[in-house]
């Protein structure tokens, strides 16, 4: 079907939704395109998911026309939007990428043992532990630091806090968005860049002491 027959489709179909409807189907679009997953885990998103669920076939043929693919996946009730292109990409911080990298390692060993739960839960004085243990930081990162890279993971759809960020105490809601950001097939990969992080700081500080 080439990009003019799926234009046809999509704007019969469309013409047929309630305007309540053609309005949420516009809000869907613009928070896929902004924040690319919606995890309907979430409370706030399971409403939004199960639109998605609802309107598949027209939400599809739309982002095919932007070289978008609209990705489903009902048992995790996770939807994502990816193209070839590149469109969009988000560069992150080395700080965002080390937390990132260990919250998909505990989210691996935490969904290996017995959960009350369906969710996955770490504390934060697990993930102060694992950013301790990986050596690249000489010091405790702060809650300003932490409070950012919560930011972008709570705006994708990452995870979510339970409790105040400065608490040890408090928790931290892992959802199913970070299997498909970083599958687990990649699982070594990931503890490979996590060396990688470790070698860069220390040729860093050998650097330093040269300066010295």
């Keep these: 079907m080439n990009r003019n027959d799926v234009m046809q489709e999509m704007t019969k179909s ?45 939400l599809k043929k739309f ?17 994502y939007i990816s193209n070839s292109n590149n ?36 504390t934060l004085a697990e993930l102060h532990a694992e950013l301790e243990a990986t050596g690249i930081y000489s010091r405790r990162i702060t809650k300003t630091e932490l409070k950012n890279v919560y930011h972008f993971l709570s705006k994708y759809n990452i995870c979510e806090k339970i409790g105040d ?11 199913p968005t970070i299997n498909y950001i970083l599958p687990i097939s990649k699982i070594d990969d ?5 060396k990688n992080y470790r070698r860069e700081h220390d040729d860093e500080d050998i650097d330093e002491s040269k300066i010295d």
Excluded: P, W
Aim: glycine content about 0%.
């Design 190 to 194: 990931i503890m490979e860049q996590l």
């Design 87 to 122: 469109y969009n990409h988000l560069t992150l911080t080395q700080l965002q990428s080390i937390v990132l990298l260990l919250l998909r390692k505990l989210y691996f060993q935490k969904s290996q043992e017995f959960q009350e739960t369906e969710n996955i839960f770490i």
């Design 165 to 175: 960020l400065s608490e040890d105490e408090s928790k931290l809601i892992i959802y």
């Design 14 to 58: 469309y013409i047929n939704l309630s305007d309540m409807q053609k309005e949420e189907f516009s809000r869907i679009l613009n928070k896929l395109l902004s924040v690319n997953y919606i995890c309907g885990e979430r409370k706030k998103d399971r409403d939004d998911f199960y639109f998605i669920l609802r309107n598949e076939q027209l």
């Design 63 to 79: 982002f095919l026309i932007l070289d978008y693919q609209l990705y489903i996946y009902k048992a995790d009730q996770m939807a």
